[in-house]
């Protein structure tokens, strides 16, 4: 009789077993359980397919197309967003500075954490006089507040590089200096969570044991350790792109960033304040794709900091 | 106690070699500052050298740094161009409290400049810190004291909003909604832009009708990230073993809060406060050029526009010596408060 009773637990039990889930499943579970992170992913699409599908409807040539007659005409049928100064239309305008300020996100935050993960792996593995040397460094430059920093940077590289031509399209050399500015003015954060991860990893076994077979220095650094820290380095990379974003919009607002004709939505509002009264589609739109943009952002990594710790359970019931 | 703070002031020193070092050599390549000079006319060829040589931009970089930083009146400089030296320096160097003289505006001290304007910055960061703390401090307890209701839920996507939000567009929103369409709709408005109106002159009561956007934009955008900040430390305290003694104890719950559970969880944001100091002091830049309030952040964009390199480095190094005393304080005041940190 206890036999069979037995029996049948364990074939319920059997019947109950699931897979063991990956990390990477629980990490894509902890996610999507995170509704703000999900909500601020889709805006994201959203804002991607505005600012890159936009391209195929309307050309460059009439971003930058100015038509005098037009200045400052209120949103109409032709003009859904109005148009600017020199009578640009900013629906059109918006699309373009959207890819030139998402790009500047991206490629300044790519520049940081190349900066970060060097100076903190560097200075964490190595010790010693390096590793005094780069935190000096480091904590000299957290010393400047960086929007000073940065308006000094933009005035000294301002101008320094000729204009690019890529994919057919030309885009100011600002661009490239914003982006090189934002990523050297903002790596010291990052530097220091990787050098943080790298002193408590690199006294780890896996790493004496890289060590005895030999391994160099170079692929214990980049290979053993590295892969180990990359969680952090993503989080903060996410939310660095809102910074850098951010960052892009304060410097072009103040006329130290991008130059016209190209547009982006920082440049956009450059001058804006003296049309709050008479003008006020020149700032709201751009306005808005900001804070949209920025918002986004912030829910996406705030998940993905939820999502990659791996202290926060999940109740996969 | 004593040993650690000599010892935090001379790990100062190397920084603010560094910080100044690094800042002048971008400030001497930013642009010509006699360019603008003239004014309208255009500056003659020799007239251009006779200025460079005055105010000692011919001189090496190394030679500027080294006259901006200790002076030079223990040498001869070059006046006329002969190729002798035999004019006496003049100049004290930042060492001795000598920040030099602009040379936009020609002639006058530097620190006469900054002190000008740092009034107005005070005028308007003393009063906007001291309500960001006290609305951060209500709003993050009354939060975390509701977690997960409606309420919880408002405020926190609300200040995830404002921490998102750049400031020149709460500005630009503010002075469109209480400037303009208040004024359109035969309400009483509030002034958008400067620190009085010429007509009236700078009496208290304008002075106050023109710090208010400004303020608020200051207030809207701060708030944000303390709040979130104070609603996390209060959750993580709530949920402690005192906190729980003190209930069991019988205490009324409004004594377990403002007694127990603020005091800990307000203690963190000294810290935030005192990183946030400095970066008030230079004025929130953005936010005074929107409004043309004349503070530090404004003189600082004016004259970095014109290279105005004395007057630039003044305020960039006033800025990162509070950095470093805020930060310097801000540890005491933590250990003074919480008897559980020592330094040695």
Known sequence: MMGTAESDVIKIQEEFKTEALTPGQLMRMRFVRHKMAVFGLIMLVILILYSFGGAFIFTEAEANFTNTKLRLNPPSAENPFGTDTVGRDILIRTIYGGQISLLIGLAAVVVEVVLGVLIGAIAGYYGGWIDGLLMRFTEAMFNIPQLFLLLVMAKFFGGSVPDINLFGRQFSGSVVV?????????????ARIVRANFLSLKEREF???????????FSIIFQHILPNSIAPIIVSGTLSVANAILSEAYISFLGLGVKPPTATWGNMLEGAYNYVETAPWLWIFPGLLIVLTVLSINFVGDGLRDAVDPHALVDAG | MTRYIIRRILQAIPLLFIISVLLFVLMINTGDPLSTMGGRRVTRPEDRERLSRQLGLDQPIYKQYLFWLIGNDWTKVDLDGDGTAETQGTRKGILRGDFGTSMVQRGKEVTDIILDRLPN????????????????????VYSALRQYSATDHIITGLSFIGYSMPIFFIALVSMYIFGVNFKAWGLPYLPTVGMFDPKVGKTTGQVIQHMILPIFSLTVITAAGYSRFVRSQMLEVISEDYIRTARAKGLPNRMVITGHALKNAALPLVTIVGLDVPLLLGGAVVTESIFAWPGMGRLFIDHLSRSDTPVVMGILMMISVAVILSQLITDIIYAWLDPRIRYS
């Open chain 1, 178 to 190: 914003i982006i090189v500015i934002i990523g050297l003015t903002s790596w010291m954060y990052l």
């Open chain 1, 207 to 217: 790493v004496l044991a890289a060590h005895t077979t030999g391994t160099s220095n």
């Open chain 2, 121 to 140: 910055t005070l005028l308007l960061m003393i009063p906007t810190e001291i309500i960001v703390i006290a609305l951060s401090l209500a709003v993050g």
